[in-house]
């Protein structure tokens, strides 16, 4: 028996990319790879990586550069370079790292085997088409590995929304659904080894169109399959908010109350700027719908500060409309310049400036979060365990509300919801004890 190839995946960016980086585990494990969490081991290192904020893309290029000593240790070792910036400059990390043997955009990963055979025989590969075909239909069925309780699944991929600031469009492609049947035949598959919880993925996963009743038709296929016990959906926009996605948050029970729900900024203009097609108002009035339909519903959002001609005052109004939601979390970031989108062209704000606004917000949306955490002590939620905690006899897991959470409980009951009196909030996360 020849030894089995190893395989060490390392993954940035979203969620997108955690369930790709599994996939193509999956894909290379037909090709005799096993996985490695020590890359000085691996046969083939594959970066996974986001292009979404400068920053985000020139780590790999660090990160390249720390592997060349491991590369000239062990000529066999192939490295490849996946995901968006791989989409996004395809040929050009070769040749401006010339150690990496593959690149491989985020729609055509399920070609890497055949990838893999090019490069054992020592050439280089490249795909960064957008191939008609969905390579999901390409991809082999989920295996049937044990399962942590909790599992990501893509059911839509691809942006046409175009926001000014944004390079999505460009790495994934225009929006695509894959059909229900396929998503419920996979979701079925992941709950029979051990998943208790499926949160579905899709940039813009709301304007999900594979089921003739759009995601809550999903949604609610899905909550028929027993034995998952939770669903949750994530990115949404809040144009594809429809009506019958808003009322299941108050009839499926099984869909958690948690949402994130990004709106970029509070100011009119800013969101005009950034071709956001909504203003603070639609967001605003889109909630308190969202709300009459699950009032306990806790909010998550997404802020840029610094977008090219942000005033002091347009700053104001994200701060103001941040104050009017009140969210029990959100991500803020500054403004990153990205090549080939339109915002790219206007004049930038000064990077002091956006530091400070930076500072301002995350003060505020810290400030919401640990007030949200706090109202959780002496509630009692529903907690699905999913690992031994970091303390001898404990566990942990996420809320309904994607809090962590923390309790002194068996380790049979890793992989149930179970009621959980939450008895203290630390920074991070939530302290509680079993009820039953
Ligand atoms: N599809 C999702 C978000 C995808 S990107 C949506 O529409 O909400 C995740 C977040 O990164 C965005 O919500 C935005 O806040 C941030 N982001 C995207 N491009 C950015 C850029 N050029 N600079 C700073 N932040 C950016
Ligand atoms: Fe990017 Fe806007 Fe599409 Fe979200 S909706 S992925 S921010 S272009
Ligand atoms: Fe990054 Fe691509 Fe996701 S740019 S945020 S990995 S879709």
Redesign the pocket.
């Known amino acids: 028996m020849t030894e089995p190839k190893k395989l060490y995946i390392k993954t940035y960016g979203?969620q997108m990319n955690v369930y790709d980086s599994e996939r193509m585990a999956e894909a290379l494990g037909g090709e005799g790879y096993v996985g490695t969490d020590v890359p000085e081991d691996a046969d083939m290192i594959l970066l996974n990586t986001c292009h979404?904020?400068e920053k985000a893309a020139e780590k790999v290029y660090s990160e390249l550069g720390r592997l060349k000593p491991l590369k000239d240790a062990r000529p066999g070792l192939k490295i490849g370079v996946t995901g968006c910036v791989a989409q996004a400059e395809g040929a050009e990390i070769m040749r401006r790292q010339p150690l990496v043997d593959l690149v491989v955009g985020p729609q055509s990963y399920h070609r890497l085997p055949a990838m893999d055979a090019a490069v054992r025989a020592g050439g280089k590969a490249l795909d960064t088409e957008f191939p008609q075909a969905d390579k999901f239909t390409a991809l082999d069925a989920r295996t049937r590995a044990n399962r942590a309780p909790s599992a990501f699944l893509t059911v839509q991929e691809g942006?046409d929304?175009f926001?000014a600031?944004?390079?999505?469009p460009y790495t994934r492609g225009a929006e695509a659904s894959r059909p229900a049947a396929r998503v419920l035949t996979e979701a079925q598959a992941l709950v029979a080894s051990g998943v208790r919880e499926i949160t579905l993925l899709g940039?813009?996963v709301n304007a999900y169109d594979g089921h003739p009743q759009g995601l809550a038709g999903l949604v609610h296929d899905l909550a028929a399959i027993e034995g998952l016990a939770r669903i949750r959906y994530t990115?949404?926009?809040p144009n594809d908010m429809d009506a019958a996605l808003i009322a299941a948050h108050g009839t499926e029970p099984k869909l958690m109350p948690y949402l994130h729900l990004?709106v970029?900024s509070g100011s009119d203009r800013i969101l005009k700027a950034m071709a956001r097609k909504h203003t603070a108002e639609h967001y605003l009035r889109l909630i308190e719908r969202i709300r009459a339909a699950r009032p306990d519903i806790m909010l998550s959002g997404?802020?840029?500060v610094g977008f090219p001609g942000e005033t002091e005052a347009d700053f104001q109004a994200s701060l103001d409309l941040i104050r009017e939601v009140g969210y029990g979390m959100a991500?803020s970031?500054?403004?990153?310049?990205?090549p080939g989108?339109p915002?790219a062209e206007k004049p930038q704000i000064d990077e002091a400036v956006m530091d400070d606004r930076l500072a301002r917000v995350q003060e505020l949306i810290t400030s919401q979060q640990r007030a949200a955490q706090a109202a959780m002590v002496g509630r009692t939620v529903g907690v699905l365990f999913e690992k031994p905690g970091r303390m001898p006899g404990q566990l942990t897991g996420k809320s309904d509300y994607l809090h962590a959470v923390h309790a002194l409980a068996d380790g049979a009951r890793i992989g149930q919801v179970c009621p959980v009196r939450i008895t203290s909030s630390g920074p991070n996360s939530l302290a509680g004890e079993v009820v039953s």
């Open positions: 979203c979404i904020r942006c929304k926001c600031f944004c390079v999505v940039q813009n990115t949404s926009h990004p970029q997404d802020f840029i991500y970031f500054k403004y990153s310049s990205r989108t915002a």
